[in-house]
């Protein structure tokens, strides 16, 4: 062997033996993952040990780490604010999900408060301007993907209108998801105008943030606060149906609640943490105001989520919902990536006799993830699970309901990048009436969807099968 040749081997081994030490040694992996960084490593030394070392590890840099820890620790907790009312009372066998999202994010359930879902997201849009347009106080927004088109100039615009009559209005959004807006005219208009714009998880150089934290970690929230009396939550981005970047998949179809109640006080708190720890001013006197007085209402509780929380929360807090279901379980999701346990808890709930139904959509704008999540369609029909796919659109709709009783919506989807990579919100609520409606909505998706039958997988061609199983490989890496 020639002195170059020794040299290459040598390195070769060393490339692949430091990568798959590190990627044995780091904390907080599931097993699968591991599996798939080293299949990944070991196929394609150095492109896997790149692509670890830009995107392997849930890292958002340490300094960065520190701000949003602080700012979200260090802030007023909502239950702290005079007048905070008690949590009503719920049936014995929900206490264990608000027990769950308390352990995630410190908020406790409360009660007294009170949802409308909005009709589509044209209908969810014009609400929200119409609540900036009568805020006398303060409007705070957060959003993953904010465009400049017709829906998000309205709100744009809406913005400058209360900042001009005084009303303090904050703006926040994900620097890679909005990139093109902070980079046009409507997002300086905004600033002119009087509106506080800050973008979260700022990227600059992308190869210099790559050396201190993964760019692909991104603040997927969605809240928006008026007023310390309003949030909406959802899936809701500020953008139009038609959703142009990816037009072809459109038109996107969301579901967005307007709540009031105590439950804004939460938003406040996350919307707070994530201002301060992106820099923004202080604004933790809002969190100190007295309650008012309380109203009757249904008990709700904010469930956040992201990297500098607890590990796996998402996942936990989806499946103990999932083991909590005795009747019925219909779920809404644009991606299905899972982790073992989670399509474990799926199977497990409808081998013990729950009406399990989920709806994907049929087209997927992420060709990758539309085929990982076919690769679990066996396992789900064969345990009895119900699986349909929407055809008019993307349904990017992330919805649960539970027994007629409970609801969780949201930001996250359930895959690997909600699971362990992205900031997430969504709000866990009981109550039959707004659930009654939350299902309701679930089941209309169904006139324009496709059930899809055991049959039809079972003839799904060999070339598809192993396309759709090779992806579900790497999902973990996704």
């Not at 490593?41 to 492109?47: D, E, I, M, Q, R």
């Not at 780490?65 to 700012?71: D, H, N, P, S």
């Not at 929200?128 to 409007?139: G, L, P």
Request: proline share 5%; charged share 20%; net charge neutral.
């Amino acid at each position: 062997m020639t002195g170059g040749g020794g040299t290459f081997v040598v390195l070769h081994i060393a490339v692949v033996a430091v990568t798959a030490a590190h990627i044995l040694l780091r904390a907080h992996r599931q097993p699968e993952s591991r599996a798939a960084w080293l299949v990944l490593v070991l196929t394609l030394p150095y492109v896997g040990a790149l692509a670890y070392l830009l995107v392997g590890q849930t890292n958002v840099g340490r300094k960065r780490v520190e701000r949003l820890k602080a700012a979200f620790h260090d802030l007023p907790r909502p239950q702290d604010a005079p007048g905070w009312p008690a949590a009503l009372e719920t049936a014995d066998r929900h206490e264990a999900l608000f027990a769950v999202g308390r352990s995630i994010s410190g908020y406790e359930p409360v009660g007294g408060n009170s949802a409308v879902l909005m009709e589509n997201s044209d209908a969810a849009i014009d609400a929200m301007v119409a609540d900036i347009d009568a805020a006398s106080d303060h409007v705070h927004l957060l959003f993953y993907i904010w465009l400049a088109d017709r829906n998000g100039t309205k709100v744009a615009e809406a913005m400058q209108r209360a900042a001009r009559r005084g009303v303090a209005c904050r703006a926040l959004v994900d620097d890679l998801g909005s990139r093109d807006l902070v980079c046009g005219p409507l997002w300086q208009d905004m600033a002119a105008a009087g509106v506080k714009v800050r973008r979260a998880l700022t990227i600059g150089n992308p190869l210099l943030r790559a050396l201190t934290g993964r760019v692909d970690l991104r603040n997927h929230r969605k809240v928006a606060v008026i007023d310390n009396r309003i949030t909406y939550c959802g899936s809701q981005n500020c953008a139009d149906p038609q959703f142009l970047p990816k037009a072809k998949y459109a038109p996107w179809v969301d579901v967005l609640m307007r709540f009031e109640g105590p439950v804004v006080r939460q938003n406040q708190h996350l919307f707070a943490s994530d201002w301060m720890g992106n820099g923004g001013e202080d604004i933790g006197d809002l969190l100190r105001r007295p309650m008012p007085a309380a109203r009757p209402g249904f008990t709700a509780q904010v469930v956040a989520t992201g990297p500098t929380f607890r590990n796996s929360a998402m996942p936990e807090m989806f499946e103990t919902l999932v083991y909590a279901a005795r009747r019925s379980l219909f779920v809404t999701t644009p991606y299905y990536v899972p982790d073992a346990a989670m399509q474990a808890a799926l199977c497990a709930c409808a081998n013990r006799g729950v009406d399990t139904t989920i709806v994907f959509p049929a087209r997927n704008d992420d060709f990758a993830v539309a085929a990982a999540s076919r690769s679990y369609y066996p396992d789900l029909l064969r345990a009895g699970v119900t699986i349909y796919e929407y055809g008019a659109g993307l349904l990017h709709a992330k919805t649960l309901t539970m027994d007629g009783q409970v609801t969780l919506i949201g930001s996250a989807n359930m895959d690997r990048r909600s699971f362990d990579l992205n900031y997430e919100n969504n709000i866990l609520l009981e109550d039959a009436e707004t659930t009654i409606a939350m299902r309701a909505r679930q089941e209309s998706y169904l006139a324009q969807c496709r059930r899809i039958l055991p049959q039809e997988v079972e003839r799904w061609p060999v070339g598809r099968r192993l396309w759709n199983n090779a992806l579900a490989i790497v999902g973990p890496v996704l």
